[in-house]
């Protein structure tokens, strides 16, 4: 079973997860680093990918899986095949293929393809790297780590109302920040 | 980009717009950074970098070796063919051949004989050690399509054309999955063996949207150039 889970027991597969919802990536990076260019090599094979198109379909499965892996999306189970179907359908989204054509099974679900931007706003990122090291690792729990406030709270031993209050502190201040920079 | 941002420091915004909006450029943000952090640890620890990447170790020994011994023999054409370079068929068989980067996709973990063989065989393939690879692709028990295949060109890179059209050919006509890469390689391999009659109906086999489509034609423009 771990074989088909790049080698990760379940325990290790629900670390994985806390640690995401954390916005602790260390673990994620490493096990998926090293699936990274398993995954080029299938994309160049299979859909005669040339070499920047594989890895920017691969980084982007990557950034999605994460993702998933935070919603609540994923099981442990087979996750070697959802990955490599993930970053096929990242890189026929963006030959803007017909995914219908090749294989219905590629389509894990509609969803599941994203069109994010890739680059960071310069400007927010000014606005984040002013804003205090507190407020940045609760927004990101919350907003990245879908992390629910109550869970926030445990975690910080404070109560809910307290945590809620902080959010509406660092939202505003956050606004403030970017005012300034636009 | 610069107009959400505008829209979240709007006070018209609900509170609910707000929370929607300032995750999604969160999640840009943390994304981005993500990102970056995943090209530095495949650059800085598997050398995997998104521009295509000049290969490491005996590879790329091996290549430029390859692209010097290519390079003399274009100069002896020029020398003894003043008129035109020699592109014979072969010569651009063998460029080919020696151009195609090829890699073995790797294979799942696992603790058994017959997998720890299969690494090693994998391992030394993308080494470029290929009298390693087809010792251990030769050594598994029960051998898949993908197995023969890597063996064949295990084969065909170091020069025993003979062998690897044996396994191409066995692989080509016991599945579907190789078979569009074991026309083109089949066609070079044959090349080079001088056997043009079998090269043509290799390269010809391979259909317009099929891989190498557009190389395999002028293979056969070359050839019907030479005879």
Redesign the interface.
């Known amino acids: 079973m771990e074989h088909k889970n790049f080698g990760l027991t379940q325990a290790d597969f629900e670390r994985l997860v806390v640690d995401l919802k954390r916005n602790d990536t260390f673990f994620f990076e490493q096990v998926f680093t090293k699936q990274f260019e398993e995954t080029m090599v299938y994309l160049k094979r299979e859909f005669r990918a040339d070499h920047e198109d594989a890895y920017d379909a691969a980084m982007d499965a990557l950034v999605a899986f994460r993702l998933r892996f935070v919603q609540g999306k994923l099981s442990y189970g087979n996750l070697r095949f959802l990955f490599t179907k993930m970053a096929s359908q990242m890189y026929l989204k963006s030959k803007k293929s017909n995914v219908h054509t090749v294989d219905n099974d590629l389509l894990v679900n509609e969803e599941a393809v994203e069109t994010e931007t890739r680059e960071m706003s310069p400007e927010f990122n000014r606005a984040w790297q002013k804003l205090g090291e507190g407020c940045k690792e609760l927004l990101t729990k919350y907003y990245y780590g879908k992390m629910k406030l109550l869970e926030i709270a445990d975690e910080l031993s404070k109560s809910p109302a307290t945590v809620r209050k902080q959010k509406e502190r660092c939202v505003k201040k956050m606004k403030e920040l970017i005012s300034v920079e636009i | ?2 107009k ?3 829209q ?2 709007s006070p018209e915004l609900s509170e609910k717009e ?2 929607e909006l ?2 999604a ?11 970056q ?3 530095h ?2 650059k800085e ?2 050398g ?5 990447e000049q290969k490491k170790g005996k590879i790329k020994y091996l290549n430029y070796m390859l692209a010097i011994a290519a390079s003399i023999t274009v100069l002896i054409a020029l020398v003894f063919y003043p008129n035109g370079v020699d592109d014979s068929p072969q010569v651009l068989a063998q460029q080919y051949l020696s151009e195609q980067p090829l ?4 294979t ?3 603790a058994t004989v017959v997998d720890e063989q299969r690494t090693q065989a994998i391992v030394a393939f993308n080494q470029g050690d290929f009298t390693k690879a087809i010792e251990h692709f030769e050594a598994l028990t029960a051998p898949t399509a993908e197995d023969t295949y890597y063996l064949g060109l295990a084969h065909l890179k170091k020069g025993d054309y003979s062998r690897a059209i044996t396994l191409l050919t066995e692989n080509k006509t016991e599945g579907k999955r190789f078979v569009q ?1 074991a026309r083109w390689f089949l066609g070079l391999a044959y090349l080079t063996q001088n056997n043009t009659k079998n090269a043509v109906k290799e390269l010809k086999a391979i259909n317009k949207d099929e ?1 190498k489509y557009d190389e395999a034609q002028s293979l056969l423009e070359e050839i019907k150039d030479s005879l």
């Open positions: 980009m610069k959400k941002l505008h979240l420091i707000t929370d300032m995750g450029l969160v999640t840009q943000q943390m994304n981005a950074e993500l990102r952090r995943l090209a640890t495949l620890e598997h995997i970098r998104r521009e295509m890699s073995h996709p790797g799942f973990k696992g890469e891989w």
